[in-house]
């Protein structure tokens, strides 16, 4: 009973390193459950981030199996963009009514490739010269275009045109239209990694095989 009954004064060590002992464990606590980061270090929400680009140029066949290949795209989706017509078919798209081309959807890696690189195989790709067609292909759905997601994925489009025109890359003028992004649809499964599936399909040998062999990306 007597240390029940010790003073005050008598208490008031033993009540310090208590109190000191139970901060210390809380302050433990604390920094396990949230460790401190480094200044230099990225968040973990920001590792692999990637950002998207669309493109139309003719068949969106053709430009899948070309941007496919590209080290740094991640997925590359066919579909339909530009038009005024939602969730169209393809058989809508294919009347020319619907205001609509075949574009791609890419997903891509900007520490490992950059929307640029992405320009540069665009131009080379298809003819941005001949409206409304590519090669046998015609009608407005084939038309020549770039749907920016950015305003500084519209600079860096009309920077990249304009340098191709002034070098006279091309003998008649480009009429590739680059215009905002407004809403993009999926095409059906059946045009999804086409060259892919079908690489013996008469399109896919004659038209898709001899492009990606002149990109060196067959």
Known sequence: MGFLKR?????LPFRTALCTAVAIFLAAAVFALFPARSHGALP???????????????????????FE?????????????????????YEQVCTGMTGHAEVVRIEYDPSAVTYE???DLFWQAHDPTTPDRQGADVGTQYRSIILY???????AAE???DSL???????????TEIVPLKNFYRAE??????FQNHPNAPYCTFVIAPKLKKLGAH
Not at 52 to 66: I, K, M, N, P, Q
Not at 165 to 175: K, L, N, Q, T
């Open 44 to 66: 973990v929400a920001d590792k692999g981030r990637t950002e998207s680009a669309t493109f139309g140029g003719g068949c969106f066949w053709c430009l899948e199996a070309v």
């Open 189 to 194: 499964e059946y045009h999804q990694n086409y």
């Open 159 to 161: 920077k990249s045109r």
């Open 7 to 11: 003073s005050t004064s008598e208490w």
């Open 165 to 175: 025109a002034s070098r006279g890359e091309f003998s008649s003028p480009i009429v």
């Open 149 to 155: 997601h950015s305003e500084a994925q519209r600079l």
């Open 117 to 119: 690189q992405l320009l």
């Open 69 to 89: 290949r590209l080290p740094g795209v991640q997925s590359v989706v066919s579909g339909y963009a530009g038009g005024t017509v939602p969730n169209p078919t």
